[in-house]
């Protein structure tokens, strides 16, 4: 599958479609949500959104890897390492490490604000000493760096029927949704690392504090206020969604089973929550296989649709009009040798 994903996106290189290669293991062992739904998108696409997940797990990992003995000053040194080499990469066009080389390629191939990856490693470096947001204001200026910018960074792969300035906040909101998703689903294994990302305001007005959620992380026990706060939770998260759902008809329709995948699957989790008795503290909320699956063929028949649609009227279904053509071409020169 690999090989026909980068014989579609164009990429004949040899030593760029071993890091591509790389960026999809990464996506297939660590994003299962975010892989499954990126198999909906054309096969050329696909790379590129690999490329994206890969830079940003590599990044997390150096951040929230548990099993790693590395100390704070030792993490430090290693995200600011790889942002400068992701700045020089970014800059030259040019780097010998296999992920930042794919991302490179991709930032010069979809024309992708270098901004965006700078906000991002900036979120990730407050990592290493914030464990808890006061407001939910404190936590958006995180998200934007962590989670909205990821959606800007997917918006031109993904491509758009409207200019891409007026799908753009719709795409921001649908990255902090996600990452909202993620963290009500992750308050236990948060709690481990010492993070607290839920508003400390959301829970102290449900009589929640640090010291309760760690009570009940190690006595197994529920508390009524910790229900209440992450009911409240989700009804914040089910907010973002709706501001971002107007964003999907948006989208380029080839791109439009892929992200309806995920926006579904994600609130899925919402539910898996509640289902669950919100006992994230003791486990984690799962989506069953059976929906998975449903959803998944869902998406194969919009997918099969449109671009049979798209094949009838002479118009492939690889990279969106605005990244093809001279742009892609100087990318693969200046992202190989």
């Not at 909205?148 to 491509?159: E, N, R, S, Y």
Request: net charge positive; charged share 25%.
């Amino acid at each position: 599958m690999t090989r026909r994903e980068l014989d579609a996106a164009g990429i004949d290189d040899p030593e760029l479609r071993a890091a591509y290669a790389i960026c999809r293991r990464l996506n297939a062992r660590h994003g299962r949500t975010y892989f499954l739904a990126a198999r909906f998108l054309p096969v050329g696409r696909r790379p590129a959104v690999h490329a994206l997940y890969g830079f940003a797990r590599w990044a997390d990992d150096i951040v929230d890897d548990l099993d790693s003995s590395a100390s704070r000053a030792e993490r430090e040194r290693a995200l600011r390492g790889l942002r400068e080499r992701m700045d020089t990469g970014l800059r030259t066009g040019r780097s010998e490490e296999p992920v930042i080389r794919a991302l490179v390629h991709t930032a010069a191939r979809y024309d992708i604000d270098p901004a965006y990856f700078a906000d991002f490693m900036e979120s990730m470096a407050s990592d290493l000493d914030v464990t808890e947001y006061p407001t939910y204001e404190h936590l958006a200026r995180y998200m934007h760096g962590s989670a909205a910018v990821i959606g800007l960074q997917m918006l031109p792969v993904l491509g758009t029927v409207v200019p891409r300035a007026e799908a753009a906040p719709h795409a921001a909101a649908l990255g902090i949704a996600f990452q909202l998703t993620n963290f009500l689903r992750d308050v236990g294994e948060d709690l481990d690392r010492g993070r607290v990302y839920l508003p400390q305001d959301l829970l102290a007005a449900h009589g929640v504090d640090r010291g309760l959620l760690a009570w009940s992380r190690r006595s197994g026990r529920d508390d009524p206020r910790i229900r209440a706060a992450l009911r409240a939770g989700i009804t914040l998260t089910r907010d973002v969604y709706r501001e971002a759902e107007p964003g999907l008809a948006m989208l380029d329709p080839v791109a439009r089973p892929c992200m309806r995948t995920a926006f579904t699957l994600y609130q899925d989790i919402l539910g898996a929550i509640e289902s669950d008795g919100f006992r994230v503290l003791h486990r984690r909320a799962v989506v069953s296989r059976r929906r998975r699956a449903a959803l998944a063929l869902a998406a194969v028949a919009g997918s099969v649709t449109v671009r049979a649609g798209r094949a009838a009227a002479g118009r492939p279904g690889g990279a969106p009009a605005a990244a093809r053509g001279t742009a892609a071409v100087a990318a693969e020169k200046r992202s190989t040798g």
